[in-house]
DNA sequence: CCGACTTTGTGCAAACGTTCACAAGGGCGT
DNA sequence: ACGCCCTTGTGAACGTTTGCACAAAGTCGG
């Protein structure tokens, strides 16, 4: 039980209920760094992120020990530790094919290049929108997908197109290379495996919000 | 096992992971319905919604026995009991807090008003924005939070204002009676019981994706 | 150096969700 | 009317996630 290669969370896989609230913790973490806190104890840091508190010392522990009993964690180990796990200690481009009213949000989203992530470009197929710049980046046509893919490096996508055109656009993404994508398009997109996609659906929100309106 | 009061869901609660794959299968039934597709299988239902089509068949005996054994589903009649407990045969006025990039969005979104969802009012704190119109409505000020609520009957609300303010607004809201909220803000709300709070953060997506991209 | 106190990290059990596999049941041809 | 075929609806097994409760381990005062 001493002698290991790697890490604990590189042996085994951290699951994917532990992923999706790391990126809540580091918000959190970060609110703190903020305010020149140094250290935090499991009950505050769960607080802060909105859980149990049993339930963020398990997620942690999938990274590793990196608290100290009787203390608490370190505020910026912590971050450094959670931001590594994440792959946040690199640096992210993101290509945004769509540049109507939901692309240029997220081209505009402040939090988006806070965290690693920056806007390698924003494409479009209207004519009219070719060429305009929006959020400091010159829109490209969505005919340059391929080269910007390429020239970039990029392997995260965002689809804010319309849901007809959805699938191609996905498609073209995939085989130019990108193995991530965020589909705010309302469909289900077939991908390969190996291809990680996760949805943003405001409808589908709305729907469930409705639901619980309703009792 | 005969004699019920009301219908089986009703009853007992359905679960929480059933109630958020409804909407997917309600757009794969319209999208079925618009091509003139009277009856459908688990199988095929499945198949467009990405999902297993024995989650599928689980999912459904929640509402219900709407199915025909041997032929499957009557796309209409799915359509109509899947809406009905989603809530949305009747009208779901929404207001939207903050008129930025997001919010105009939103206001802006399609697939908004196509499902019995109505934006009751568009409300922004920035004397330059308020007066002007968007997507159809004018913006008003933050401040008619309470009367826009009470007069419109709203439940459910939308707020896409920046983090640091979205707190204040959210009280504002509970307390003039909306019971819903989809929030946008990057902070994690802190409501009474009885308020459901559901959070679109696309910051939080692409940090899993950047997980799963960096492998 | 020791003992009291605090907080982490984790075994365990319960709750929840998913998937399989098949009996139940309806349609359809004969 | 009957039997075959198809698909639903569901019991049962399995895997995942949550939450409790506590031992392990560190700090700090004396």
Redesign the interface.
Same mark, same amino acid.
């Given at each position: 039980m001493s002698r290991r290669i790697r890490s604990d969370s590189s042996l085994q896989g951290i699951p994917e209920a532990t992923?999706?609230r @790391?990126?809540?913790y @580091? &918000?959190?973490l970060y609110a703190l760094a903020d305010r020149d806190i140094a250290s935090v104890s499991s009950e505050e840091l769960a607080a802060?992120?909105?859980v149990n508190s049993a339930k963020l010392r398990k997620d942690l522990s999938h990274l590793g020990s990196y608290g100290t009993r009787g203390v608490g964690y370190d505020v910026d180990y912590l971050i450094y530790q959670v931001s590594r796990?994440?792959?946040?200690t690199?640096d992210?481009p +993101?290509v945004i094919v769509g540049a109507?009213?939901?692309g &240029?949000?997220?081209a505009?989203?402040g939090?988006?290049a *806070? &965290?690693?992530?920056r806007v390698a470009a924003l494409l479009d197929s209207d004519p009219l929108v070719i060429g305009s710049v929006i959020a400091g980046h010159r829109v490209r046509a969505v005919d340059d997908i391929e080269c910007v893919v390429a020239d970039c490096g990029v392997?995260?996508g965002a689809i804010t197109v319309p849901a007809v055109v959805a699938q191609g656009i996905c498609d073209r993404l995939v085989a130019a290379g990108v193995? *991530?994508?965020?589909n705010f398009a309302?469909v +289900?997109l077939d991908v390969p495996g190996g291809v990680?996609v996760?949805k +943003?659906?405001? *409808?589908?929100? @709305?729907?469930? @919000?409705?639901?619980?309106?309703?009792r």
């Open positions: 992923i999706a @790391l990126p809540l @580091l &918000r959190a802060a992120a909105g796990e994440l792959g946040l690199q992210w +993101v109507g009213n939901l &240029r949000a997220l505009n989203y939090g988006f *806070s &965290r690693g992530f392997m995260i193995t *991530s994508i965020l309302p +289900v990680d996760r +943003v659906d405001l *409808s589908i929100e @709305l729907q469930i @919000l409705a639901f619980h309106a309703q």
